[in-house]
């Protein structure tokens, strides 16, 4: 990592036998990072980890500003089918937060694999209202974006078209 002016992580399960990378990944990255000097860090996680609670942030919301009717109803049902997931991204958040670095955790909702559009909406702390989707091509192009621009350091930045 020397030499790097930023991390951006997209660590993250890929099937229920790897639930805990990120955590893991990612306090694994952030020691590499304070010994490198390396300050900034963007990393990937999901719109629904804004209403996971953990131990060191028990109080999170039930609902996130940004979902609509659908969403408050639907989130829960993903919530316990990703369970293990979804505590692994939060724990992966708490680490990022309490880091010290100069952190933007980017939150997108379904993936796609459609083409790059070019353009999606952000809502710092939120989820983007009816934000239902975003391609992988435009997710990376968006945390590259947040890389680049030092307002997003600090913030919880939902992604969404």
Same mark, same amino acid.
Do not use: I, P
């Given at each position: 990592m020397g030499g790097a002016d930023a991390v951006v992580? /997209?660590?993250g399960a $890929?099937?229920?036998a790897d639930a805990? &990378?990120?955590? $893991?990944g990612t306090l694994a990255l952030i020691a590499a990072m304070?010994? #490198?000097g390396v300050r900034r860090l963007v990393v990937l996680s999901a719109a629904p980890i804004g209403t &996971? #609670? $953990?131990a060191v942030r028990p109080d999170k919301p039930r609902h996130d500003p940004g979902d609509g009717l659908v969403l408050r109803l639907l989130t829960p049902v &993903?919530?316990? /089918?990703? /369970?293990?997931?979804? #505590?692994d991204l939060a724990a992966m958040e708490d680490a990022v937060l309490d880091s010290g670095l100069e952190w933007t955790v980017v939150r997108p909702p379904r993936l796609t694999d459609g083409p790059a559009k070019g #353009?999606?909406?952000t809502a710092v702390g939120a989820n983007p209202r009816n934000g239902w989707t975003i391609s992988r091509a435009d997710l990376a192009a968006a945390m590259l974006a947040a890389a680049a621009d030092p307002a997003s350091a600090g913030k919880i930045l939902g992604v969404a078209y």
């Open positions: 992580s /997209a660590l $890929t099937g229920k805990g &990378v990120a955590a $893991t304070r010994e #490198a &996971v #609670a $953990t &993903v919530k316990r /089918a990703l /369970a293990e997931h979804y #505590a #353009a999606w909406r």
